[in-house]
């Protein structure tokens, strides 16, 4: 998973960029991405980009102004429907909204592949490339039990999440960490319908820091000794780490989350979050551009990975303080397989 080459800047929202070759002009793929900010759809994007220019079609590149914005990604497939695309990679930021729309592009004959996150029903697109986000949930939330001990029965939990929505990579985290720690899940679909008198509550962040640190700053209003937080992904851990410092409880606090980012491990290495889960988005969107590649040669469709509803593109528990029983990598590892 090593890579060397510079992240690409993002394009402006909605904004488009080529990655192809003259001849290519007959095989085109769009990718749809939440944000063009994000090192991850930052890194999704290189990966495409590159793979794009190895086997010679044309991508096309588009982006939400903020994680949230379902607007810009529908407007996005109907322009790659109009420009005549082979198919459509998307990291969609409206799960259940967003249907309509790949339903007319699938219609329209092209092949859509959701990355990371799983449309709702996840049959909505042709195939899904993602990390497994329950298991990289449930394996942070291991790893806290683990860490805390016979601590863990009387843990204050706070959950920092993505948005209001709650899409599937949202809820599949928030419930994986859930399992792992040893929380009654009622509805694995659904977030907050738990009654475990550890949690202190949820909020939202946007995945970004500003978000974090708006959350955090909220759950400890609500509860000042919260001693475990959940979070979406590293950016938003890093916000609610500054919430913390600012009271004075940086120290002892376990800040987990999932990303696998550069910064992310960084963090991790700094004591700033505890463990991650690192997913290799550079992966997914390569995979993904060689899948509609294939689909525009011979019609064939991608298959899922053995005994799953995806296509699996891998998830690692990366710390440096490993608990017993439980597969980790150190940081340093970590630090070459990274993003961002």
């Known amino acids: 998973m090593k890579t060397t080459v510079s992240a690409l800047l993002g394009a402006l929202a909605l904004g488009v960029s080529f990655a192809s070759a003259a001849s290519a002009a007959d095989t085109s793929v769009c990718l749809i991405t939440k944000t063009d900010t994000n090192p991850f ?34 407007a996005a497939i109907e322009t790659c429907i109009a420009d005549g695309a082979k198919g459509i990679l998307i990291t969609a930021s409206d799960t259940k909204g967003i249907v309509p729309a790949v339903q007319k592009a699938r219609d ?48 204050k939990i706070a959950f920092l999440n993505l948005t209001p929505s709650q899409p599937t990579v949202d809820v599949l985290r928030n419930q994986g960490f859930m399992k792992g720690f040893g929380i009654d899940v009622k509805d694995i679909n659904k977030i907050g319908d ?6 202190v509550g949820n909020d939202v962040t946007n995945g970004n820091e500003e978000g974090g640190r708006a959350a955090m700053e909220n759950l400890l209003q609500k509860d000042p000794t919260i001693n475990v937080v959940h979070t979406i992904n ?26 696998g980012g550069c910064p992310g491990v960084k963090n991790v290495a700094e004591g700033v979050i505890g463990a991650t889960s690192q997913q290799y988005p550079l992966l997914m969107a390569a995979l993904g551009v060689e899948a509609v590649k294939k689909f525009a040669d011979t019609g ?9 509803s995806f296509v699996d593109t891998g998830v690692t528990l990366v710390t440096d303080k490993p608990v017993k029983g439980l597969d980790s990598i150190d940081t340093k590892e970590g630090l070459n397989k990274c993003w961002g």
């Open 194 to 199: 738990e009654t475990d008198p550890r949690i």
């Open 41 to 74: 759809f930052v890194k999704m994007k290189e990966g495409a980009t590159a793979k794009a220019k190895e086997l010679g079609v044309t991508l096309k590149s588009y982006a939400g102004k903020i994680d949230g914005d379902s607007e810009s990604q529908v």
């Open 234 to 259: 590293e950016p938003a851990a890093a916000g609610a780490y500054e919430a913390l410092k600012a009271v004075g409880r940086e120290k002892d606090v376990l800040i987990v989350s999932v990303d």
């Open 300 to 308: 064939e469709k991608p298959k899922p990975t053995a005994g799953k």
């Open 108 to 155: 329209a004959g092209l092949l859509v592949i959701a990355l990371d996150t799983p449309l709702e029903p996840v049959d909505a697109a042709d195939s899904t490339f993602a990390t497994d986000n329950l298991l990289a949930g449930e394996l942070i939330g291991k790893w806290a039990a683990g860490t805390l001990g016979d601590k863990a029965k009387d843990a």
